[in-house]
């Protein structure tokens, strides 16, 4: 069966500033490893799918960088939009090409492009599987079993197992409902229960099923994109997907379509996951035998359970710090309690206040 995968890499991370700007978002830093997130993501794609079944939708703006991180994807499978609207429009883009390029049977599988997978054996499980169901007409995501009672997170609530595909590894289960971010008391209740499930973000679905659910739920975004798949090549085709793009409502694709579909169903998974989500999750990703995340040229002495970050030509040196992040780049260093690593984007948004947009840049 055809398979593409798409990876949506046009966020801004701005949760990871000052180490992450417009220019170098979260997707393009190694912050797990000797690679990007991003090139980690589409590695990890290119066992289960060739190079030239993998498209990466990202912004204009950072284009010419993505493609230098992925010299290896055919050119015209990295997809500039010309401006950010969320993931419903980007969806409905690389949906949109994948039925004209690949037709419109093909199972489309979307990622984020900064999240990270420690069990790639299970991942791939869970993949195989969820092409499978998708390619009978399902609306397939994968669920992350919850190990914490985690607020930053959205969840999934499942219900009964559905009929069973033979051979398939994996079952899927019907989803009940999609849940926003929970108290603490809640996402503890939720653990309990069992029937929660943590939102990946992974999606896996037939083209011509997920432009049925455009048509039906965004029906103006459908329209909007189906004029650039008509329009003529070169400027013209530009122009129509700038066009699509001012026009486009900025909507998520779980708000948009998948919490109302009734085509949707989930994977529970346990892939060693994680969203990456803010300089807090880090500490996950210490060196072993380590009590503090190090990244860059640090020195620390007397020092605990601490994100520690410099940047390229920086140099870090801490003396009787605990829980604290601190990030030093040539511009800028912020310092401040790793419990509070999600107020990061308020400071973001603290500094383009004040005008310092070159701090941001």
């Not at 979260?26 to 060739?50: F, P, W, Y």
């Not at 949109?96 to 997978?117: C, N, W």
């Not at 791939?124 to 969820?130: D, H, P, R, V």
């Not at 620390?300 to 829980?323: H, K, P, Q, W, Y």
């Amino acid at each position: 069966m055809k398979t593409v995968a798409v990876v949506m890499a046009g966020g801004q991370g701005t949760r990871f500033w000052p180490l992450s700007r417009k220019s170098r978002p979260k997707q393009l830093l190694n912050m797990v490893g000797t690679e990007s997130m991003l090139a980690l993501t589409v590695r990890r794609l290119e066992g289960l799918v060739s190079a030239d079944q993998i498209l990466v939708v990202t912004g204009r703006d950072i284009e010419q960088a993505v493609r230098e991180d992925l010299p290896h994807l055919p050119s015209e499978n990295i997809l500039a939009e010309p401006q950010g609207r969320n993931t419903a429009p980007c969806v409905a883009w690389a949906s949109v090409t994948v039925r004209d390029r690949f037709g419109p049977d093909t199972v489309i599988s979307v990622f984020p492009a900064d999240h990270y997978i420690a069990d790639e054996e299970s991942f791939q499980n869970a993949f195989t599987s969820a092409v499978a169901y998708a390619q009978q007409g399902d609306i397939v995501t994968l669920g992350i079993t919850p190990t914490r009672p985690e607020t930053g997170y959205g969840y999934l609530r499942f219900g009964d197992f559905c009929p069973e595909i033979e051979s398939v590894p994996c079952r899927v289960r019907t989803l009940q409902a999609f849940v926003e971010k929970p108290t603490f008391s809640q996402a503890l209740t939720y653990l309990r229960e069992g029937r929660y499930l943590w939102n990946s973000g992974m999606f896996f679905f037939r083209s011509d099923v997920i432009l049925e659910e455009f048509e039906t739920h965004l029906p103006e975004v459908l329209t909007l994109m189906e004029a650039v798949s008509t329009a003529s090549s070169g400027k013209g085709y530009t122009e129509a997907l700038e066009h699509a793009y001012r026009e486009s409502p900025s909507i998520s694709i779980d708000f948009g379509i998948m919490e109302h579909s009734e085509r949707i169903v989930t994977i529970p998974s346990n892939l060693g996951w994680s969203d990456v989500g803010n300089w807090r999750a880090l500490m996950d990703f210490r060196d072993e035998g380590q009590d503090c995340y190090i990244r860059g040229e640090v020195h620390c002495e007397e020092t605990r359970s601490s994100v520690l970050v410099a940047d390229e030509g920086m140099t870090l040196v801490t003396l009787g710090v605990n829980d604290l992040a601190v990030v030093a780049c040539k511009d800028v260093t912020i310092v401040l309690p790793v419990e509070r690593a999600q107020e990061v984007k308020e400071l973001v948004d603290l500094m383009r206040k004040r005008g310092k947009e070159k701090l941001l840049e």
